[in-house]
């Protein structure tokens, strides 16, 4: 179904399916009416806007309040990365975020300085399915970046990519523009990527709690889209 549905909404059409239970209501199903019969729109997931307002006035207050506390932490992290080789403490990428629209995510710097430049180099390296790059003890990254990796402290700075709008505190990781070519080619990586773009990533995620690298792709395709159709205020 869900590689079908894909298909069908690219050609501008609805794949319609009969309801298997009738008298439940989900808030992320839209519904069609052919007539006498409401029936499930496939091709289409409706998003409660009162519950995505909430969800971004709770993430603000949140962002807000955690990044007074932490601010003192992230200068120490920043002037560390500095002083480790004089590179730049932030590392932004473009990312994919809400409607395939590309914006700047900014991270701790945990490689060296040309990492994206060797990144061709090792690519016979990859250890990951699918559209991510993946090494397990990549060599790019520096002695002070495993320490910020581990404890996810590279990703503090994202703090600001959830104030200005860009991300969520809680939501599927943003993609690297750069993994998303060819991802048409692959009709259920297209789905996934669909859905993906019908909210916005977050900090973290349900794939990155349960299992972070050593998920497999398709496992992370089935995360990812069980949290698009049943998030709520709570995840």
């Not at 709770?58 to 506390?69: C, E, K, Q, S, T």
């Not at 560390?80 to 409607?99: E, H, K, N, V, Y």
């Amino acid at each position: 179904h869900l590689i079908l549905a894909n298909r069908v909404n690219r050609m501008g059409l609805q794949l319609l399916q009969m309801p298997s239970t009738w008298g439940l209501a989900n808030p992320r199903m839209a519904l069609t009416d052919v007539g006498d019969l409401e029936l499930v729109d496939l091709t289409s997931l409706a998003y409660p806007t009162q519950g995505a307002l909430l969800k971004r006035t709770l993430d603000l207050l949140l962002v807000i309040a955690a990044g007074l506390f932490l601010l003192p932490t992230m200068l120490i992290l920043a002037f560390m990365i500095r002083l480790s080789d004089g590179g730049p403490a932030l590392f932004t990428q473009r990312r994919c975020g809400a409607d395939g629209q590309p914006f700047e995510m900014y991270k701790f710097r945990s490689m060296v300085v040309n990492a994206e430049d060797m990144r061709e180099q090792l690519s016979d390296q990859n250890e990951s399915e699918g559209v991510l790059f993946k090494i397990r003890d990549d060599p790019r990254v520096t002695p002070l970046g495993r320490h910020l990796r581990r404890w996810s402290l590279d990703e503090l700075p994202q703090l600001l990519n959830v104030l200005r709008g860009d991300m969520n505190l809680v939501g599927p990781r943003p993609l690297p523009m750069a993994d998303l070519e060819g991802m048409e080619n692959d009709a259920e990586l297209a789905y996934w990527f669909s859905q993906r773009c019908k909210v916005k990533p977050g900090i973290t995620g349900t794939w990155q709690v349960s299992a972070r690298e050593a998920l497999k792709m398709s496992d992370m395709v089935r995360l990812d889209i069980d949290y698009i159709q049943n998030w709520s205020i709570s995840g």
